[in-house]
């Protein structure tokens, strides 16, 4: 097959995964209000489905271009929705918690459709792009971001069951505010330990490429801003009484930093990032 | 003393201090950094300016406030450490044991379990210690992932080696720049070295973009005559002499002769940008503004290349006669300036390459504060420190208690979960 052909292959993927997405963010909200277990179970499914859909159309895409493909806008918004439905399987998988999906579905399909407007041409990368590094450095942000993300949605439910804490539905589907400030702990964890080797390599690859490890560009210094108030939200856990609504207000301004350090910096603030 | 020492080294007051370098950073990445102080009093209102100017905002990361800062981070998390090894120390030693287990208020009933060794076994717990307690009570302890207590404390020491390796980098480094077409040699300036430009390729792709610059160098110490050789292209930098050699960026030369009347007087290599004095002609400047490889006039009339490759060269100049212009034109390859008697030619064009040397010495002692750094993190979030313990009651019944301060309930629940499958569910729970 040519390469023009894994690319078709990879836009109809690409497309029937995002509707994918939509569908199961419909049904998530459906067993919210139906609060009937069936709708749920098909809303896991449709996420299931549309995430293999997903990961076919990023191989398919990897090998139209014949690189690994992380290398502009469109790519990494794609792998970045990609990140964060794998993050939010791995921890519906683990602590069984499906309403999340309610919460995390629209974060995928809104991080997809930015995906959907970018153009999607493949272009040669100018030499600086192409590293190993590179690719190691913006892998471990999908990841990172994609935890942050699980962790944003956790957070939201964190801060709306407090104000919903008669609710049988809440109570019965919604673990407990403990539960629920423990697993964004682990998403935060997970991401925090990503975006600390997202920055180290990233450092790396700088450091080969022009010769500084770190040199405050905007795009580093939100990344650096980002992990801060991640660092602030471990710390806040720790402290006694700060725990909870606290932390969990910090992981969602965290998250809010991540989207901005990814969209934001490369159109609004310049830098060496900006070509990306 | 010691109430000060406490405040410094507390981590409220890390918190402040992060939430001062939050500020920081969130002012150097939307402030443009490091213009001139006319350009902060005319994009800004006069005040901001001013404001700007004073409170060392157009240059956050390097003014005397955010050193200290830093300075002060670097004591702060010195004394949280410091403070907390001695508990740590102790804990690691000693802290695990059934008798502190119980002590620590940790041993309530989780559930009832006739086989508690094949439950702490089926969880990870291979070494389990069997004792009589005090009231001669039979007991099993079992304790997982010990070094896991020493992930903060090791996440801290690395942050701390981190910014002192940065730090001292950025006082001791040093960084030149050395540009030039093959066969030139310059002087490394202020370092008694010199290095020469062997060879420089820029490969292209059949669609004309670049796949690759790589220039081949050879750096000599001037003092031994000793010389080291190398090749340096875009994420392959070259290591000469200790010292950092990066391909940066690339530009066009060439060749510029002047005659007076037939006879070379006068044959330089220019970059496009540079400009040289015709030495023969006192006041007589020349200025390469550019250079278009294939070149073509826009839509606008304005000149441009209409591809990378070298198809059809054209070289824009300025001419200056004691600082007066005297024309400004683009020339073919075939074409020649003519002033007085003089002629001026562009021959031979050719990519040059500025190849950027640096030498950092503590960039080892960052890395290994990243190293250190992640090792704290996977030890404080991945290595839970876990323990268990089981208290008989009365003959085949024991009494079961887990506890993890990272692991919380989650930890709990676990120990619930793996007794029903290692009873099947008929005991308590
Ligand atoms: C840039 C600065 C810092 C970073 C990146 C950092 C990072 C961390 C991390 C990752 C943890 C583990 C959190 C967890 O297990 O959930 C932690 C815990 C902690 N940090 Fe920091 N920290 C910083 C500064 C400080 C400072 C300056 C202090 C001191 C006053 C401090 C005090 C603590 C304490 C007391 C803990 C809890 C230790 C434990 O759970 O055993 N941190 N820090």
């Known amino acids: 097959m040519s390469s023009g052909q894994f690319l078709n292959i990879e836009n109809v993927l690409f497309t029937i995964a995002m509707i994918g997405y939509l569908a199961a963010m419909v049904l998530y909200w459906l067993f919210f209000v139906l609060k009937k277990d069936m709708v749920g179970k098909c809303a896991d499914c449709f996420a299931a489905a549309a995430f293999l859909l997903h990961t076919g159309a990023l191989v398919t895409r990897g090998i139209g271009a014949g690189r690994f493909p992380l290398s502009n806008q469109y790519e990494f918004a ?5 990140g964060i439905c794998a993050c939010y399987l791995v921890f519906l998988w683990k602590y069984k918690f499906r309403a999340l999906g309610a919460f995390v579905t629209p974060v995928i399909f809104l991080v997809i459709g930015y995906a959907a407007m970018q153009s999607r041409e493949v272009r040669e990368l100018m030499p600086a792009l192409r590293s190993h590094w590179l690719a190691i450095h913006v892998s471990s942000a999908i990841i990172s971001y994609g935890a942050f993300g699980v962790s944003f949605a ?17 109570q019965e589907h919604i673990p407990d505010e403990r539960r629920l400030d423990l697993i964004s702990y682990r998403a935060v964890s997970l991401g925090f330990l990503f975006l600390t080797f997202v920055m180290i390599s990233g450092a790396i690859w700088a450091e080969r490429a022009w010769g500084s490890y770190w040199s405050w560009d905007p795009k580093e210094t939100w990344s650096l801003i980002t992990w801060i108030i991640y660092a602030i939200y471990l710390h806040l856990r720790i402290s006694r009484g700060w725990k909870g609504k606290s932390a969990a207000l910090f992981a969602v301004i965290g998250f809010i930093c991540v989207i901005f350090t990814y969209i934001g910096v490369n159109t609004l603030l310049p830098g060496i990032h900006s070509y990306a | 003393m010691k109430k000060i020492a406490r405040i410094v080294f507390s981590m409220k007051f890390a918190l402040v201090l992060l939430g001062i370098l939050l500020a920081a950073c969130l002012a150097g990445s939307v402030i443009p950094q490091g213009k001139d102080a006319s350009y902060y009093l005319s994009e800004y209102s006069e005040q901001a300016g001013g404001a700007i100017l004073a409170l060392g905002l157009d240059d956050v990361f390097h003014c005397s406030w955010f050193v200290a800062l830093a300075a002060v981070l670097c004591l702060n998390l010195t004394g949280c450490n410091i403070v907390h090894f001695p508990s740590l120390a102790v804990r690691s030693k000693n802290g695990f044991s059934p008798d502190r287990f119980r002590r620590s208020g940790h041993a309530k009933e989780l559930f009832e379990s006739s086989v508690p060794e094949e439950l702490f076994q089926a969880c990870g717990f291979h070494r389990l210690v069997r004792e009589n307690s005090a009231d001669g009570k039979d007991c099993i302890y079992g304790v997982k992932n010990r070094p896991g207590i020493w992930g903060a404390w090791f996440c801290h020491l690395g942050m701390l ?9 950025q006082m001791k480094q040093v960084s030149f720049a050395v540009y030039g077409v093959p066969g030139q040699t310059k002087p490394v300036e202020g370092t008694g070295y010199e290095l020469t430009i062997d060879d420089f390729e820029v490969d292209l792709r059949p669609d004309d973009t670049v796949e690759q610059y790589t220039a081949s160098i050879t750096m ?12 340096t292209s875009v994420n392959h930098p070259a290591t000469l002499f200790g010292m950092r050699c990066y391909q940066n960026s690339t530009g066009w030369a060439a060749k510029v002769q002047v005659y007076k009347e037939d006879s070379l007087v006068q044959e ?4 496009a940008g540079e400009q040289m004095d015709v030495e023969d002609k006192e006041g007589l400047t020349l200025v390469f503004a550019a250079f278009y490889p294939d070149y073509e006039e826009g839509e606008d ?4 290349t209409a591809s990378s490759g070298l198809k059809n060269p054209a070289y824009l100049y300025r001419l200056y006669y004691r600082g007066e212009i005297l024309g400004m034109n683009v020339l073919a390859a075939n074409e020649a300036i003519t002033v007085d008697a003089y002629t001026i030619i562009f021959t031979d064009p050719q990519n040059y390459t500025l190849i950027q040397i640096k030498r ?3 960039t080892w002692l960052a890395a290994i504060g990243a190293v250190v750094v992640m090792a704290g993190l ?41 007794q029903k499958e290692t009873e099947g569910g008929k005991s308590a729970g």
Request: proline share 3%; net charge negative; with cysteine.
């Open chain 1, 78 to 82: 794609t792998s970045f929705a990609w």
């Open chain 2, 268 to 271: 330089e290599i220019l970059c």
């Open chain 2, 220 to 231: 000599r110490d001037t003092g031994t005559s000793e010389s080291r050789s190398g090749q």
């Open chain 1, 154 to 170: 956790v957070s939201l439910m964190f801060l709306l069951r407090q104000k919903k804490e008669d609710s049988p539905f809440w």
């Open chain 2, 161 to 169: 080696i981190v910014i002192l390796g940065f730090g001292l980098g």
């Open chain 2, 378 to 418: 996977i030890l404080a979030f991945y290595l839970r420190t876990e323990e268990v313990y089981a208290e008989q009651k009365d003959g085949n019944v024991w009494s079961v208690s887990g506890y993890s301060r990272k692991g919380g309930a989650e930890f709990t629940d676990l120990l619930v979960q793996k």
């Open chain 2, 301 to 304: 009339g304005m000149p441009r």
């Open chain 2, 360 to 362: 950092d010495p503590f």
